[in-house]
């Protein structure tokens, strides 16, 4: 169940005011030391240009964030999910971004057999296709000029939970050795068991590259044999191929962004309260203080 994007990004484009939306973020005073929307960030200054040519630098080009989950649709049900991937375009400021009406649904992914897909790549080649045709530059209709213009775009961004983001973009899961996607450090233990996070000497930790990564997942992908795919999946922290890596740009360790969500807003901040009011390093005081200047 697929929208197309260039016709979903066209219909945006005709809304009065969209486009001039979109070329707001470049009256914004570049700060170096304060990281407050994806504009302060390196992957959105590196594609200012690309291989040196404008990109984001020029007018009509645009920076893409994609999202997905899986989520349960009924109320007693529990067997059941239903997954959605959906764009949002980077360009618009952060508090157009997420509406609603400028969000777009690209496809809902259903339970096969009551389980979720194990790789989402049939799902995602549609919009690869669309992807690659928006890099290139395609003309569509805006409420900028009577006659098309051109436009591109690009995927910058994945955003997801890690059970999620491993599926978009090809990593072992969190129960796997080497599951982490920005190293290759190794976690000793596994799911059922409990799991060794020990080590955190970071400058011994070989980082995972964009090049490595590419090349690794071809090798998995021609690997025929069952066990020696298990093999090199283990080795390199690697499921598959994703479909996202035929975009040529796509840095899949850099776009594939680190999941705050579960760690910082599901227990962990409250967890850390706790022990500092446990051990006295903050007051009842300074708590309410703290409540006051985040409210």
């Known amino acids: 169940m697929y929208n197309s994007l260039i016709n979903e990004l066209e219909n945006l484009l005709q809304q009065k005011e ?35 040519k404008d990109f984001l630098k020029s007018p009509r080009n645009y920076g893409l964030r994609l999202n997905f989950d899986f989520f349960q649709p009924m109320k007693h049900r529990k067997d059941y999910s239903v997954g959605v991937l959906y764009l949002v375009i980077l360009n618009l400021p952060r508090s157009e ?50 006659v098309p213009l051109t436009f591109r775009a690009a995927l910058l961004s994945v955003t997801a939970d890690v059970p999620a983001a491993r599926k978009l973009c090809g990593f072992t899961g969190h129960s796997a050795h080497h599951d982490c996607s920005r190293c290759l450090k190794e976690f000793s233990g596994g799911f059922q068991e409990k799991k060794d996070y020990s080590g955190f000497d970071r400058e011994n930790w070989k980082k995972r590259s964009n090049k490595e990564h590419r090349t690794s997942a071809s090798k998995i992908e021609r690997t025929k044999k069952v066990s020696k795919k298990k093999e090199l999946c283990k080795k390199y922290g690697i499921n598959y191929w994703s479909s996202l890596l035929d975009l040529e740009y796509f840095d899949v360790v850099r776009f594939c962004t680190v999941d705050p969500m579960h760690n910082l807003f599901l227990g962990t901040a409250k967890y850390v309260f706790k022990l500092w009011d446990k051990r006295g390093i903050i007051t009842r005081k300074g708590m309410k203080s703290v409540e006051e200047k985040i409210e």
Do not use: H, M
């Not at 707001?24 to 992957?43: A, F, H, N, P």
């Open 18 to 52: 969209f486009p001039e939306s979109c070329e707001k973020w470049r009256d914004q005073g570049e700060r170096t030391d304060v990281l407050t929307d994806v504009y302060s960030g390196q992957i959105w200054r590196d594609f200012q240009t690309y291989k040196g």
């Open 97 to 146: 971004r997420y509406k609603w009406k400028n969000v777009i649904v690209l496809g809902i992914i259903p339970s096969i057999g009551g389980s979720e897909p194990k790789s989402l790549n049939e799902f995602l080649k549609p919009a690869i296709n669309e992807l690659q045709c928006l890099w290139k530059g395609i003309r569509l209709k805006s409420s900028l000029s009577s």
